[in-house]
């Protein structure tokens, strides 16, 4: 049984960091695309990165403007995602989920998701 389990979410104040961690089990970690994805309340539920099997990473520039940064460790079925100077707009329950496809910003393309991680950014 595939397991995608998140962790790391929290309140932050505007501008403070968060780290997000990922754990996968039950999968050939090293074979899928590893994406994070986020739900803010009454809205639909947006791409923010991706990386690759062998670690090519993309960003959904608009939402995230550079602050964030997506990491996997393959020996350890862990991916990550670090945030930077977080902005109110930020918070949202934040999903890490796995596709076994090239297919990387559509969220039908992802096979497994987690159960999310809630971040709320005060102002």
């Known amino acids: 049984q595939v397991q995608l389990v998140e962790s790391g979410g929290g309140l932050v104040q505007a501008g403070g960091s968060l780290r997000l961690s990922c754990a996968a089990s039950g999968l050939t970690f090293s074979r899928y695309r590893m994406g994070w994805f986020r739900q803010a309340p009454g809205k639909e539920r947006e791409f923010v990165g991706s990386i690759s099997r062998g670690g090519s990473i993309i960003y959904n520039a608009d939402s995230v403007k550079g602050r964030v940064t997506i990491s996997r460790d393959n020996a350890k079925n862990t991916v990550a995602l670090q945030m930077n100077s977080l902005e109110p707009e930020d918070t949202a329950v934040y999903y890490c989920?796995?596709?076994?496809?090239?297919?990387?910003?559509?969220?039908?393309?992802?096979?497994?998701w987690g159960q999310g991680t809630q971040v709320t950014v005060s102002s």
């Open positions: 989920a796995a596709s076994g496809s090239a297919a990387n910003r559509d969220d039908r393309s992802y096979d497994y």
